[in-house]
């Protein structure tokens, strides 16, 4: 298996964006991912798409050939992967595992979603889909409400509080604040997220990742061919893709996703690294329990002090091990398909610091864990500088 | 009908487009006696974890409890 770097990266502005259309936001973060890397469209030998659901979104199938055809990529294969909200963290680990294993030398991995021609109903009902619909979703749960149902287990489990969720938005809104990216740069309070709109309880409006549109893209290459690309390649050291059933009730503790730990130790076994190292991370904050869940599953924390580790700011831009330093889910924006590329470009960005006002200090490992469903697929990737 | 125990529950506000017009309403995720577990609603009165629960009715694949 031979090392891969990632030698470019480039997004689009994460919102709701009423004159864009899927494949247009596609193409902005492919184009400004090319020109980052310094190659034209004529160099990528194979295109990942990741996206959930185009076909249900904006009524359009056979994505990949109708977005890298439109970024001047033809010929070469394109291929969507969909596995929910982790489809481009997963098309991100085929990505890789067609560099590492030789196959083709330059790859193209996109992720998009467009979801705000919707209403959040509709969009609700969409995102149910990823759920197991003969059984949970049929009873009339959301996502929302899954992961409000992980709450209140690892409440009433671990003693996590209201506050300790609160202090997860509170935290996310603050650095989303500084990038000008995210799809909401307001800076809430501890206060605000208590008494936010019910959603499903425990959760309320700030607990949950906003609905938004956007796109991602990042360009592989072996690692000794990175620097013909870039001054700046971000070497992937380690990444793993696990999966776990899609209903909950299927689950023996809906407390800690398996397909999270399972990704993590894979991924730390690869990169030669522990947990304790691991200097900075994006989490998949699609709702606040996740992201206090994904500390304890990664090793970052025991199990049930997720809550506690977030409240008392270790996880902070000026904390010990900054979580989601580009404002997460929850603030920088959740256009689902776009999510797990989105992480990888965060990640680029503070490794080769580039990150603005939100750059932290210690950037040279990062990781991120991009989670699909209520954790039936997660992909862990760490990278680092080259 | 079955019974069992509720392992957790959530009261829904924000509802998928076909369930708007039931909001708020309870589900919940029960360990039935009889082994494994099954997600249901909850009718009248609303529960908390561990309490005892009954299935009173089954609408179109979904079972509803109710406080044993």
């Known amino acids: 298996m031979r090392p891969v770097a990632v030698i470019g990266a480039g997004k689009t502005a994460f919102g709701a964006f009423a004159d864009r259309d899927l494949r247009s936001l596609a193409v902005e973060a492919g184009e400004k991912c090319l020109h980052n890397a310094r190659v034209g469209p004529a160099r990528i030998e194979s295109f990942y798409l990741g996206n ?21 990529i033809t010929g070469v294969p394109a291929t969507r992967v969909e596995a929910a909200c982790a489809s481009s963290g997963s098309a991100f680990f085929h990505g890789w595992a067609e560099v590492a294993a030789g196959i083709y030398d330059v790859v193209m991995v996109a992720g998009v979603e467009k979801m705000t021609s919707q209403t959040t109903a509709r969009v609700s009902e969409i995102l149910a889909t990823a759920g197991d619909c003969s059984g949970e979703m049929r009873a009339g749960n959301t996502f929302a409400s899954l992961f409000a149902m992980i709450a209140r287990r690892h ?26 990216d995210a799809h909401m740069r307001k800076v809430i309070t501890i206060e605000q997220a208590l008494k936010g709109k019910p959603i499903a309880d425990p959760l309320t409006l700030y607990d949950c990742s906003l609905i938004s549109d956007g796109a991602a893209a990042v360009i592989l290459a072996p690692l000794e061919r990175a620097r013909e690309f870039t001054d700046q390649p971000v070497r992937v050291l380690g990444i793993a893709q696990a999966s776990d059933y899609v209903a909950l009730d299927q689950k023996a503790d809906i407390t800690t996703f398996p397909a999270v730990r399972m990704a993590g130790e894979k991924a730390y076994r690869m990169a030669g690294v522990t947990a304790s190292e691991i200097e900075f991370a ?38 010990a091990r900054p979580i989601n330093t580009s404002g997460g889910l929850k603030a920088k924006g959740h256009p689902v398909g776009a999510t797990g590329v989105a992480q990888i470009c965060d990640l680029v960005l503070q490794i080769r610091g580039q990150a ?18 209520s954790g039936a697929t997660c992909v862990v990737s760490i990278l680092g500088a080259a | 009908m079955k019974s069992g125990t509720v392992y957790t529950e959530t009261v829904i506000y924000s509802a998928p487009e076909a369930f708007t017009s039931e909001a708020p309403y309870q589900v919940a995720i ?29 609408r179109q694949g979904v079972p509803f409890f109710q406080k044993a």
Do not use: W
């Open chain 1, 52 to 72: 959930f659901a185009g076909p249900s979104f904006v009524g359009q199938n056979h994505l990949a050939p109708y977005v890298s055809t439109a970024l001047g």
């Open chain 1, 155 to 180: 409440m009433h489990d671990f003693g996590t509080t209201r506050e300790h969720l609160a202090a997860v938005a509170v935290k996310n809104h603050a650095a989303g604040a500084l990038n000008p």
């Open chain 1, 282 to 319: 994006e989490l998949h904050d699609c709702f606040t329990i996740a992201e206090i869940i994904a500390t304890e599953d990664l090793g970052f924390v025991a199990r049930g002090e997720g809550g506690p580790y977030a409240l008392a700011g270790c996880s902070g831009l000026k904390g």
């Open chain 1, 356 to 373: 603005g006002e939100r750059q932290i200090a210690r950037h040279s490992l990062g990781l991120a864990e991009n989670l699909g469903g």
């Open chain 2, 30 to 58: 029960i360990s039935l006696d009889s082994g494994g577990r099954v997600t249901g609603r909850i009718l009248g009165e609303r529960v908390a974890i561990d309490d005892r629960v009954a299935e009173v009715e089954e």
